[in-house]
């Protein structure tokens, strides 16, 4: 079975700064794709950043990229020059590619303060 | 096109009531997901449906816990009897099919329920 771990329960950074949410996943297939959430206090889920893992290129959204290392399962989260409204919980997700359906798998989660 | 709308966003029961969940999958997609969200934990998978089809109910409790997609209406997620420890957000999530195969989901703003 797929699991996802995020080590990091709490995490701080100061405003205009960079930080780096950790992720690492356990599984034995070769076809999935990878996914980071964001759920501010609304509780809305946002899907932030998505990443498939066929492709080698690191995806990035504006101030959002992953370093995605595919042979040590780890996928990591930078968020780059942190606004206030960065702070929310962050989940690392997983989703097989290789099923005819699929469930997200989500992570414990992280959560970000900025700090003014 | 609006997004996956669930209702109602907050649900108060006591022990022993019926709680009902209800959510409308985004236009032109017939997949639904159901996730459960315990206080200061990630989303874990309860089950999944397609018009009329339960797929996969691996993640839903054996009793009391039952879910529905009908032909007309939304999907229902159905706790009977519930105790406080069903207190939860319950998320609900939409996908549709693109090129044969399950595309992204989309998360609706979720449903919490607080069991007294």
């Known amino acids: 079975a797929q699991t996802v771990t995020q080590s990091q329960p709490e995490m701080s950074v100061q405003e205009a700064e960079t930080v780096t949410l950790s992720c690492t996943y356990d599984t034995s297939e070769s076809d999935y794709y990878l996914f980071w959430y964001k759920q501010p206090p609304s509780r809305q889920m946002i899907l932030v950043i998505r990443?498939?893992?066929?492709?080698?290129q690191n995806a990035t959204e504006n101030r959002f990229s992953v370093n995605f290392q595919k042979a040590a399962k780890s996928f990591s989260l930078k968020i780059s020059d942190s606004q206030l409204g960065d702070a929310a919980m962050y989940f690392c997700a997983y989703r097989s590619a290789e099923t005819s359906y699929d469930k997200v798998i989500f992570g414990p989660g992280t959560s970000l303060s900025v700090i003014p | 096109n609006a997004g996956v709308m669930q209702n109602p966003r907050h649900l108060v029961r006591r022990r022993g009531q019926e709680a009902r969940l209800r959510c409308s999958p985004m236009k032109g997609h017939s997949h639904v997901y159901w996730y459960r969200q315990l206080p200061e934990e990630g989303l874990k998978f309860m089950v999944y449906?397609?018009?009329?089809?339960?797929?996969?109910e691996s993640g839903m409790p054996k009793e009391r816990f039952s879910a529905e997609f009908p032909k007309e209406g939304p999907s229902i997620l159905r706790i009977q009897q519930v105790v406080r420890g069903d207190s939860a957000a319950y998320f609900c999530a939409s996908s549709p099919i693109r090129d044969g195969a399950l595309d992204e989901q989309f998360f609706g703003p979720g449903t919490r329920l607080t069991v007294l």
């Open positions: 449906l397609q018009k009329e089809n339960i797929i996969d």
């Open positions: 990443q498939e893992a066929y492709k080698q």
